[in-house]
């Protein structure tokens, strides 16, 4: 058959051309990409060879080979992994397997990536960074258990299309052959080729050979030497997460970090460790220092790679890791499991469960520590991770109190841009407060200054700054924190003053007309009007009820399109207000009076803006601001003539 055209998808020639344009540094990665997905297949191989023998036909000499060809201007890595059939080789050349992959592309083209060329490498760019090197690129695979006749032809030069076309091959598995480019000839030479592989590929299981020139003394003509062609073995093949920490050098520890994760950035953290005991496993884990693009897309694959006694069994497994740690990545490796442990059996197995459970601890107490000993660092994680982190709080009961130790909140305490913890606000905590106050809002600008927050300041109460939609949520699920209990300021009574009964009576015996006024007035509007305990120089508030949602969260399902039953809110007045004295002072003359009726419409739309939420009628807003504005500077005026 003759070949076949077939263009890329989209997404795919705009990657491509992203690569060959924009990318200028650390080009050699091409070959640690090519070697990792030949030690890939490979795994894949030898894992379905564990339940089917008979896949191998007896090939299981698991080997990579480079083979430079300094004549024809070719570098090709070959191997003898599990290989692809022509359906395969279309899925997996011709198309992107992310989803927000055309989002992620766009980002790409803006103007910030000229400046961070890397970003790219939060793609995992994979196979076709063949193409940063190389001019064209050819495939020539055979799947297992598949004919010789049965192996197929891929080729591209990046220009919008490949062929593919049916062809002979002698062995199983996989050849790319790149046909270099003038600037990248160098990758034909022997040194060089050690050199990327020892950097980039040393922890490469399999062993990664080249053919290479040895000169030898002959034995039987005395003195005389002569040349001999060696396969050598150019990679250590040691497992870097079962070596002893020491053992394991800073750059060793990032770029095994690169090649499990396909990011071109360092992590933050390296956390590795092995566990004894009731359960026996090696583990190397990283926190990357930037959000996956794809994190919180529904295919995102989280999980590390799990190993049974060295052998790969999943690259991600996710049932290793509890959710709200999904960033995390990395490899662990047991010695418990059996080897042809499968995704079923995983989900319901005890030695999964404890390892899962000592993986959490492990990462919850590096970032506690991170947060004691290297406060910088550990603001650039939360910036990061720390939305995840609090979904933790949600679901994971048991450690509710740990994850809530790592959370950073602004407060009326602290500086913009400065952050407090929990245990912070707990120690700071006046002799007569009880409970941690919080107030959710979308900015600092925005609840800075809220009235919600003037009898906690004139008190000296801190309160905790919430910019997240779900932090109210999360703080409802946590509900207390060492015995603290969690209350937002816009919801619920709030009653600090426990002294001046008599006051509170007297003010309550003085503005209770007002307050029946205001009830009838509001009645389609408001649930209830009372006194407040919250307010010292505002007039009035809106207050939700204790358990109910807050306007942000409102606000962000009305925007999904969810039917969000309207309900009403409290009306709070303020005792101490002139305000309320006036009104008083009107509804005794003349309980009639169309300017109550204004005034108590008026004060219901600012308590609206104030909690963040549009004025019911803003023309009717407006205009009664006006008219009093009017009248304001007419009183003015004749105050002046008089
Ligand atoms: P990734 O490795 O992240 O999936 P790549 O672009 O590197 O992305 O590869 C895409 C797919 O092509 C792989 O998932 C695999 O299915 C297939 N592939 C690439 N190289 C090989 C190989 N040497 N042998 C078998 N399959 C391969």
Redesign the pocket.
């Known amino acids: 058959m003759s070949a076949e055209k077939h263009e890329f998808r989209a997404e795919v020639q705009q990657l491509l051309d992203l690569m060959i344009h924009s990318l200028y540094s650390h080009k050699e990665i091409f070959l640690r990409?090519l070697i990792s997905?030949?030690s890939?297949?490979i795994d894949k191989i030898r894992y379905e060879s564990l339940t089917n023998k008979d896949i191998t036909e007896g090939d299981t000499e698991w080997k990579i080979k480079v083979i430079p060809d300094r004549d024809n201007g070719t570098l090709t890595v070959s191997?003898n992994?599990?290989?692809?059939d022509r359906k395969?080789v279309i899925e997996?050349?011709g198309t992107i397997a992310h989803s927000g992959t055309q989002e992620f592309i766009a980002a790409l083209q803006g103007s910030e990536v000229k400046d961070d060329p890397e970003l790219i490498g939060q793609f995992?760019v994979?196979?076709?960074s063949s193409f940063m090197v190389a001019d064209r690129v050819t495939v020539l695979?055979r799947k297992a258990s598949e004919q010789a006749s049965k192996a197929v032809k891929w080729e591209s030069a990046a220009d919008g299309s490949y062929t593919v076309e049916d062809i002979d091959k002698e062995s199983r598995g996989?050849d790319?052959i790149l046909h270099l480019n003038d600037d990248a000839k160098k990758y034909l030479e022997e040194w060089e080729i050690r050199s990327v592989v020892k950097r980039y590929s040393d922890y490469i299981e399999h062993p990664v050979v080249m053919d290479v020139e040895r000169t030898k003394k002959s034995e039987i003509k005395d003195g005389e030497t002569y040349t001999d062609i060696e396969e050598e073995v150019l990679n250590s093949r040691k497992a870097i997460w079962l070596k002893e920490k020491p053992d394991v050098s800073e750059d060793e520890y990032i770029e095994f970090y690169k090649h499990i994760s396909?990011d071109f950035m360092d992590p933050l953290e390296v956390i590795h460790f092995k566990a004894e005991g009731t359960s026996e496993f090696s583990s190397l884990l990283y926190v990357p220092s930037h959000r996956p693009f794809d994190m919180f897309y529904k295919d995102y694959k989280p999980g590390p790679v799990l190993y049974v006694k060295r052998v790969q069994i999943m690259d991600h497994c996710e049932d290793l890791i509890p959710p709200y740690l999904r960033f995390i990545k990395g490899v662990v490796d047991s010695s418990d499991l059996p080897l042809n442990v499968s995704r079923e059996l995983l989900q319901s197995n005890r030695q999964v469960e404890l390892i899962k459970n000592s993986i959490t601890k492990k990462v919850l107490d590096t970032l506690a520590d991170l947060m004691q000993k290297d406060n910088e660092k550990y603001h650039k994680f939360y910036s990061e991770f720390g939305r995840v982190i609090k979904e933790g709080i949600h679901y994971d009961l048991k450690r509710r109190e740990a994850l809530a130790d790592l959370l950073l909140f602004e407060s009326t305490a602290a500086d913009a841009g400065k952050t407090r913890t929990f245990k912070e606000y707990i120690e700071d905590m006046k002799d007569d407060q009880e409970e941690i106050y919080y107030i959710t809002g979308v900015s600092r600008e925005e609840v800075v200054s809220s009235p919600y927050l003037e009898v906690f300041k004139e008190k000296g109460y801190e309160v905790l700054f919430m910019y997240e939609e779900i932090d109210d949520i999360i703080m409802s699920s946590l509900s207390d924190y060492k015995g603290k209990k969690l209350k937002s300021v816009i919801k619920g009574d709030i009653d600090l003053d426990k002294k001046g009964e008599a006051e509170k009576e007297a003010a309550q015996k003085r503005y209770e007309k007002l307050i029946e006024l205001l009830k009838d007035r509001l009645k389609d509007r408001v649930k209830d009007v009372r006194l407040s305990g919250r307010l010292r120089d505002s007039a009035c508030c809106l207050v939700g009820e204790e358990g109910g949602m807050d306007p942000q969260m409102e606000k962000m399902l009305k925007a999904m399109g969810q039917d969000i039953p309207e309900t009403k809110k409290v009306l709070e007045i303020n005792p101490s207000h002139p305000l309320l004295e006036s009104m008083t002072e009107i509804f005794e003359k003349d309980a009639k009076a169309q300017v109550l009726n204004d005034y108590a419409r008026l004060m219901y739309e600012q308590s609206l803006v104030l909690e963040g939420s549009k004025p019911s009628d803003p023309s009717f807003f407006a205009n009664m601001i006006t008219k009093l504005m009017v009248s304001g500077l007419k009183e003015g005026k004749e105050g002046k003539k008089d």
């Not at 992994?81 to 692809?84: R, S």
């Open positions: 990409e997905n030949s890939d297949a191997d992994g599990i290989g692809m395969d997996a050349l995992g994979g196979f076709y695979s996989t790319v396909h």
